[in-house]
């Protein structure tokens, strides 16, 4: 079963442990009261504060902002990786509705949104809730912070990507283009490289590598990834690499793992983040 997407990501977790469900809600009221504050004297100026991990990150919660239009504009959280990106037509209906109903009402109100989703990691139905407030044409809301994701689950996403794939190459390279939150998870993603011409035809965190030759693929620190991959892809189905690359989350260079696997003149991959030692 598929782990909290990116617009569960965003909802305030109100049963996190040892804290009750009034406390949650204060926190997320508080930060929020907080970004609202911020904004009116700086303006878009804010986006920068609130897209870092810094005084608009408290725990678990964030905050993210997105246009009446549905553009996402700021992110303190797994949302950043969509910033500019329209995420209109990937939000849940709920929080679609609300956003929509907000855009048009006044300013200055604090709104919210709930319902109940199935959290992979602890098996249970659980109550997500996001607060916002618009100011402008900017909705201003807070989130949950997620923890970065586990080996299970970058397997869990590979097999789902490539079964799509298998099904649907072409409906499916171009769900990952467009960011959909099947082929996402917190700090999940996919990128897929044609094996035939060695150049990347699907990404799910940064477009602009698509057509860019893999080979020309090196890590911040110089380390090459693309060339050593495909060679030791010449011999086998699957396999792994470590590398480090900058976690759209955190937005830190932290060690990563790449999941490989090949699928006919594909090679489809999903790398995790390593806890720090």
Do not use: C
């Not at 649907?168 to 035939?196: C, G, K, M, T, W």
């Not at 020309?216 to 470590?242: F, N, R, W």
């Amino acid at each position: 079963m598929r782990s909290i997407n990116f617009l569960a990501a965003v909802f305030v977790s109100l049963l996190a442990a040892g804290q009750s469900f009034a406390d949650e809600e204060q926190r997320a009221r508080q930060l929020l009261q907080q970004a609202v504050d911020y904004y009116h004297v700086q303006g878009d100026a804010a986006f920068a504060a609130f897209s870092r991990q810094g005084e608009f990150v408290d725990g678990e919660h964030y905050v993210f902002v997105v246009d009446t239009k549905g553009t996402m504009l700021a992110s303190g959280g797994p949302s950043a990786v969509l910033i500019g990106r329209d995420v209109s037509v990937a939000l849940e209906p709920e929080l679609h509705d609300a956003f929509r109903q907000a855009s048009i009402g006044d300013e200055g109100i604090v709104r919210e949104v709930e319902y109940r989703w199935m959290n992979a990691r602890d098996g249970r139905v659980e109550r997500k809730r996001v607060v916002f407030q618009r100011v402008g044409d900017r909705l201003i809301a807070v989130g949950v912070f997620l923890p970065r994701a586990t080996p299970e689950q970058a397997k869990s996403l590979l097999d789902r990507a490539v079964q799509a794939l298998e099904r649907d190459p072409q409906a499916s390279l171009a769900a990952i283009n467009a960011l959909s939150a099947h082929f996402r998870e917190d700090d999940l993603y996919v990128f897929v490289i044609d094996l035939s011409t060695g150049r990347y035809v699907a990404h799910g965190y940064n477009l602009r590598l698509l057509g860019v030759p893999f080979t020309s693929i090196s890590d911040p620190d110089g380390k090459p990834v693309g060339q050593p991959i495909l060679a030791l892809m010449q011999h086998h189905t699957e396999g792994g690499y470590d590398y480090r690359w900058k976690n759209p989350v955190s937005g830190k260079v932290e060690d990563k793992y790449a999941l490989l696997r090949k699928s006919g003149n594909l090679l489809v991959a999903v790398g995790y983040y390593k806890a720090p030692k």
